[in-house]
């Protein structure tokens, strides 16, 4: 890890080749289809909560339970921090003029929190 931008574009488009590939949680992920990738989200899953970067844990912590990490003790680390630092108004992040930011952070924590019903799972990653 060294370019702070380019892995912020990484982080995010990995996270959502997930909740593409999964249909936003409606089937099981295996790690094993992306090893490199969830790899990756593991690795900034610990400096986002270092960082207190609530967004990134969030979504972090969203795909890997996506790939049936929920008990991984990793990721429940991830959750106890979103857990201690949730804002009496419902959001992580944000200030009165970033409704964006409070929104999003909301919305990440959420997924972070809830557990999913899956229905299904992803056998492939299609190659074109």
Known sequence: MGDDDLEFDEFYAITHLVYTLDRYHERRFSASLLPQEFAFLRAKLDRAITE??????????DCLKAAGLEDDPQVRKGMDYLLASQRP????????????????SAWTGIDALRDYRFHGRVKQVPVH
């Open 52 to 61: 207190e970067d609530p967004e990134m844990v969030g979504e972090a912590i």
């Open 89 to 104: 108004d419902g959001a992580w992040a944000g200030d009165p003029d970033d409704l964006y930011t409070q929104y999003h």
